[in-house]
């Protein structure tokens, strides 16, 4: 099984609408969660940070379960430069704060 | 700040040949991270470093090495290239000083091709 489990897509959506990714993680020692944003043959640079409360930073919701190790990204009212893969990552406890990664998620935004 | 500076940017080896990939940030940072990022796939951990002279491996470290003379740069050294080693390499740097504090910053990655 692999750490990091995520629906690779591609999703693709209209200008406008609301997308939904989700991630599953397989040690319930992981510590730290983020979404990491990564556009074609680009780096990845973080998107945001996921809190046990949950965050928003504009058009983006992020939420984590640790009950069912579980983290998601809603982005509402998407744009065209929403297009880019979203990776799931985690961090686990007393790991030298070494990035697990999921595969990504592709997004494609149509006009 | 140029942040994470990576080179080269695009790489033809031959099976067997070696070569270095350059890494090197100018934020200070304590922590440095080399990935690797195969076609449709996350990212995986090569090596990484929590200090000057300090290295440990990751995920995948076979067939490469590092070392970690300075702050600023960490070198990533392929001995034998082999096919198996074509890939995107990525750098990163942390100053990571608890939780919520862990971005890591990447540099623009070295594209590998063994032939």
């Known amino acids: 099984r692999k750490e990091v489990e995520q629906d690779p897509g591609p999703f693709n959506v209209p200008e406008g609408a609301t997308v939904a990714f989700n991630c599953t993680y397989s040690n319930s020692a992981s510590q730290s969660f983020f979404w990491y944003r990564q556009d074609c043959r680009k780096e990845p640079k973080l998107l945001m940070s996921v809190y046990s409360s949950g965050n928003e930073d504009g058009r983006f919701t992020a939420q984590l379960n640790r009950a069912s190790q579980y983290i998601s990204l809603l982005i509402r009212d998407s744009k065209l430069s929403d297009s880019a893969t979203y990776l799931c990552v985690v961090i686990l406890t007393g790991s030298a704060r070494q990035l697990t990664f999921g595969s990504g998620t592709q997004l494609t935004v149509l006009p | 700040n140029a942040g994470v500076t990576q080179t080269p940017k695009f790489r033809i080896l031959k099976i067997g040949q070696s070569m270095t990939l350059q890494c090197t940030q100018d934020m200070n940072h304590n922590y440095m991270y080399w990935y690797r990022q195969d076609p449709g796939m996350g990212l995986k951990l090569i090596y990484y470093s929590v200090g000057a002279g300090i290295t440990d491996k990751g995920e995948v470290p076979n067939g490469y090495n590092v070392s970690r003379s300075t702050t600023e740069d960490f070198p990533l050294r392929l001995e034998l290239a082999a096919p198996s080693q074509t890939s995107v390499y990525f750098c990163?740097?942390?100053?990571?000083?608890?939780?919520?504090?862990?971005?890591?910053?990447f540099g623009p990655g070295t594209r590998l091709t063994v032939l």
């Open positions: 990163a740097s942390s100053s990571p000083l608890g939780i919520g504090t862990d971005t890591q910053y």
